[in-house]
């Protein structure tokens, strides 16, 4: 849409229709008021504007213009049939025109120029847009490199810790072995076993987020009972953390349909978060109920040192850690969001119940049978 600005409406007619019959949609203005009015509420891709006006000259609004940082760009086209002289064009080119034609004009030189003008117009927005992506892009590259940075030294660190207890119980369980300490080199070897098991759960999460991240953390359904479930993984627990006691509540004797190692994963992962963030705590409660529609409800209780209500939401996202837990206990923030990919992928929801000082009950739910097809015996 073209503006054309003049304070003779006999002039206005004659361009507008000049400007239709090129196939130009036209809009009109009297005054350079009304002018301004129009230019801030509709976005013209061109102005042309009558320099000889009452009230507020071409010039006059071509300034005001050019305060508007939103409109500033749009091409000015000033006509004018009195002031011919070269102090009153400079005057128009420093008040922001793109060309000043005196009239009477040639139509087809105006046609010729609107179109250059318009075309140049519509290229620089498009650059510029183009030019607003790309320093986006380039700061979210940055961001993106950064974080990766940051997140391979916590990743390195977390793998060098248990990697050097490994290292240095080996040495012991050598050194005891060679000296005939037969009962201290079997203790060694036992925190070596709970060192590797450390590392292949961090090496674990490293790689289903990698697979979470390319849609290919693939569930394997099989049916198996979850009494029998829970109770393994309790024991899986018990091996890793034998002085910690884990009192079951609650009792579902269902045949589930879900992928059992997964959901282990997922148990595993909450029980030793209560463990880990409870350091003072005895015991852990794992309570499991049967839900209308079909579901089931695990929940892992603790009295630990419980999480804030304001950091609950974002404790399932990647890489978040309270700063709480930042300060005094290790890990890389990815357990708990690969849990939360797990249930999803289970038809599930997750949460978490909270209150600091007191403890945490992180839960999770799922159907009894997590997919749509359910094969017979
Ligand atoms: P990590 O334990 O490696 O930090 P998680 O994803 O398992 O990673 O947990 C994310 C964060 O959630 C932890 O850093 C901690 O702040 C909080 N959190 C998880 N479980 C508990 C818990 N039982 N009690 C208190 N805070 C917890």
């Given at each position: 849409?073209i503006?054309?600005?003049?304070?003779?409406?006999?002039?206005?007619i004659t361009?507008?229709?000049?400007?239709?019959?090129?196939g130009?949609?036209?809009?009109t203005?009297?005054s350079?008021e009304e002018?301004?009015k129009?230019?801030?509420?509709?976005?013209f891709?061109?102005?042309?504007?009558d320099?000889?006006?009452?009230?507020?000259?071409?010039?006059?609004?071509?300034?005001a213009?050019?305060?508007?940082?939103?409109i500033?760009?749009?091409p000015?086209i000033?006509?004018?049939?009195?002031?011919?002289?070269?102090?009153?064009?400079?005057?128009?080119y420093?008040?922001?025109?793109?060309?000043?034609l005196?009239?009477?004009?040639?139509i087809?030189?105006?046609?010729?120029?609107?179109?250059?003008f318009i075309?140049l117009?519509?290229?620089?927005?498009?650059?510029?847009?183009m030019?607003?992506?790309?320093?986006?892009?380039?700061?979210?590259r940055?961001?993106?490199?950064?974080k990766k940075?940051?997140f391979?030294?916590?990743a390195?660190?977390?793998?060098?810790?248990?990697?050097?207890?490994?290292?240095?119980?080996?040495?012991?369980?050598?050194r005891?072995l060679?000296?005939?300490?037969f009962e201290k080199?079997?203790?060694?070897?036992?925190?070596t076993?709970?060192?590797?098991?450390?590392?292949?759960r961090l090496?674990g999460?490293l790689?289903?987020?990698?697979?979470i991240?390319a849609?290919?953390?693939?569930?394997v359904?099989?049916?198996?009972?979850?009494?029998?479930?829970?109770?393994?993984?309790?024991d899986?627990?018990?091996?890793?953390y034998?002085?910690?006691?884990i009192a079951?509540?609650?009792?579902v004797e269902q045949?589930?349909?879900?992928?059992?190692?997964?959901l282990?994963?997922?148990l595993?992962?909450?029980?030793t978060?209560?463990i880990?963030y409870?350091?003072?705590?005895?015991?852990?409660?794992?309570?499991?109920?049967?839900?209308?529609?079909?579901?089931?409800?695990?929940?892992?209780?603790?009295?630990?040192?419980?999480?804030?209500?304001?950091?609950?939401?974002?404790?399932?996202d990647k890489?978040?850690?309270?700063e709480?837990a930042l300060n005094?206990?290790?890990?890389?923030?990815?357990?708990?969001y690969?849990c939360a990919?797990?249930v999803?992928q289970?038809?599930?929801?997750?949460?978490?119940?909270s209150e600091?000082g007191?403890?945490?009950?992180?839960?999770?739910?799922?159907p009894?049978?997590?997919t749509?097809y359910?094969?017979?015996?």
């Amino acid at each position: 849409m073209i503006l054309v600005v003049d304070d003779k409406s006999e002039n206005l007619i004659t361009l507008q229709k000049t400007l239709k019959s090129r196939g130009f949609e036209t809009e009109t203005a009297l005054s350079g008021e009304e002018a301004l009015k129009k230019i801030i509420q509709t976005e013209f891709k061109l102005i042309i504007l009558d320099v000889q006006m009452p009230g507020m000259d071409g010039f006059e609004v071509a300034e005001a213009i050019g305060g508007f940082s939103k409109i500033k760009d749009i091409p000015i086209i000033f006509l004018s049939a009195v002031n011919v002289n070269k102090e009153f064009i400079t005057k128009g080119y420093a008040a922001g025109a793109r060309d000043y034609l005196v009239k009477p004009f040639d139509i087809d030189i105006l046609i010729l120029k609107i179109k250059t003008f318009i075309r140049l117009h519509q290229q620089t927005i498009e650059l510029s847009r183009m030019q607003e992506t790309l320093l986006e892009e380039i700061e979210q590259r940055k961001l993106a490199e950064s974080k990766k940075d940051e997140f391979i030294s916590i990743a390195s660190h977390e793998l060098n810790t248990p990697l050097t207890s490994l290292k240095g119980y080996l040495q012991l369980a050598e050194r005891t072995l060679k000296s005939g300490d037969f009962e201290k080199s079997g203790v060694y070897l036992a925190q070596t076993k709970s060192q590797s098991d450390k590392l292949h759960r961090l090496v674990g999460d490293l790689l289903d987020s990698t697979k979470i991240q390319a849609g290919r953390l693939n569930l394997v359904y099989s049916r198996f009972d979850f009494e029998s479930f829970l109770q393994s993984t309790i024991d899986i627990i018990h091996q890793s953390y034998p002085g910690r006691k884990i009192a079951k509540l609650g009792l579902v004797e269902q045949q589930v349909y879900a992928d059992q190692v997964r959901l282990e994963q997922v148990l595993i992962n909450y029980l030793t978060n209560a463990i880990k963030y409870a350091p003072d705590a005895d015991q852990v409660f794992l309570e499991v109920n049967l839900l209308s529609g079909s579901r089931i409800e695990v929940r892992v209780k603790d009295q630990g040192m419980g999480i804030p209500i304001d950091k609950q939401a974002r404790l399932f996202d990647k890489f978040y850690r309270a700063e709480e837990a930042l300060n005094h206990f290790q890990g890389l923030g990815m357990g708990l969001y690969i849990c939360a990919e797990i249930v999803k992928q289970h038809h599930g929801e997750y949460g978490v119940e909270s209150e600091p000082g007191k403890g945490s009950s992180f839960y999770f739910r799922i159907p009894i049978n997590c997919t749509e097809y359910i094969p017979f015996e």
